[in-house]
């Protein structure tokens, strides 16, 4: 007796195994463009955003004084006209992309995915620093907060008072100070450190802090060979790192 397999299954069994079939090259290399133009998408109303909060800053400095403020005034335009560039490629880029292919044969189409890739690396990183630096500078606006920048850092492992094994990296990312609390960024993330007492030291100044574990760690603020240095030093891990300052050094606490 032979077995009957419903129509509905056969059609279930022909459309699961299309779907199982491996995209093209392609497709893939579309797939691939678009995804990074989908996480640049949202961002689009978080620069509109940012770009309001500068623009109102900017007018209190200029009421407050234009000639007194400038040099922080200039700071906040340049911030502001980077988000405004970077906004403008993103639509640029919308506005020219041809996602139909029009008259290109499969080859034209490869070559072209590969450079609209390209362009649309490019504006997202654009994007990305609009963004940080505009965030930065938003941040040093609240409460009094004073945002460090650093370009690199090293990593190292203490014994004693003895430096067992230095890690140079190229990390960057900022360190905000308020009155009672630092944040330490890299990638993305942060570490809070709550000021328990500080003290000031002939090259800077020396803040007594404890994380959300209550580790307890040493954080200085220090000048040392013309370089403007954040040093971290965890007590009981025996660790430190030691953030090189490229931006913003200038800490003041009442």
Same mark, same amino acid.
Request: hydrophobic content about 40%.
């Given at each position: 007796?032979?077995?009957?397999i419903?129509?509905?299954?056969?059609?279930?069994?022909?459309?699961?195994?299309?779907? /199982?079939?491996?995209?093209s090259?392609?497709?893939?290399?579309?797939?691939? *463009?678009?995804?990074?133009?989908?996480?640049?998408?949202?961002?689009?109303?978080?620069?509109?955003?940012?770009?309001?909060?500068?623009?109102?800053?900017?007018?209190?400095?200029?009421?407050?004084?234009?000639?007194?403020?400038?040099?922080?005034?200039? /700071? @906040?335009?340049?911030? *502001?006209?980077?988000?405004?560039?970077?906004?403008?490629?993103?639509?640029?880029?919308?506005?020219?992309?041809?996602?139909?292919?029009?008259?290109? *044969?499969?080859?034209?189409?490869?070559?072209?995915?590969?450079?609209?890739?390209?362009?649309?690396?490019?504006?997202?990183?654009?994007?990305?620093?609009?963004?940080?630096?505009?965030?930065?500078?938003i941040?040093?606006?609240?409460?009094?907060?004073?945002?460090?920048?650093?370009?690199?850092?090293?990593?190292?492992?203490?014994?004693?008072?003895?430096?067992v094994?230095?890690?140079?990296?190229?990390?960057?990312?900022?360190?905000?100070?308020?009155?009672?609390?630092?944040?330490i960024?890299?990638?993305?993330?942060?570490?809070r450190?709550?000021?328990?007492?500080?003290?000031?030291?002939?090259?800077?100044?020396?803040?007594?802090?404890?994380?959300?574990?209550?580790?307890?760690?040493?954080?200085?603020?220090?000048?040392?060979?013309?370089?403007? @240095?954040?040093?971290?030093?965890?007590?009981?891990?025996?660790?430190?790192?030691?953030?090189?300052?490229?931006?913003? !050094?200038?800490?003041? !606490?009442?």
């Amino acid at each position: 007796m032979k077995a009957i397999i419903p129509l509905f299954l056969i059609s279930l069994m022909i459309f699961t195994a299309c779907g /199982e079939q491996k995209k093209s090259a392609k497709d893939q290399l579309y797939d691939k *463009v678009m995804a990074v133009h989908d996480e640049i998408m949202p961002k689009m109303g978080d620069m509109s955003k940012y770009k309001k909060q500068l623009n109102e800053k900017i007018e209190r400095l200029v009421a407050e004084g234009e000639e007194a403020n400038a040099d922080k005034v200039n /700071e @906040l335009k340049d911030a *502001v006209k980077g988000l405004e560039n970077s906004h403008e490629e993103m639509m640029n880029w919308m506005r020219e992309f041809d996602k139909d292919f029009e008259g290109m *044969v499969e080859k034209e189409i490869m070559d072209y995915l590969i450079n609209q890739f390209k362009k649309i690396e490019t504006v997202g990183k654009a994007t990305n620093s609009a963004i940080d630096n505009a965030t930065i500078l938003i941040e040093e606006m609240k409460n009094n907060q004073k945002v460090f920048i650093y370009d690199k850092m090293e990593g190292v492992v203490l014994k004693g008072l003895q430096i067992v094994k230095k890690e140079p990296s190229d990390l960057n990312g900022r360190i905000i100070f308020n009155k009672s609390e630092i944040k330490i960024y890299a990638n993305n993330q942060f570490e809070r450190f709550y000021i328990l007492n500080s003290e000031r030291m002939e090259d800077g100044i020396l803040f007594d802090t404890k994380n959300n574990k209550d580790d307890k760690c040493k954080i200085s603020v220090v000048r040392r060979n013309d370089q403007d @240095l954040v040093i971290a030093h965890l007590i009981d891990l025996e660790v430190m790192s030691i953030f090189y300052i490229s931006k913003g !050094f200038d800490v003041q !606490f009442n």
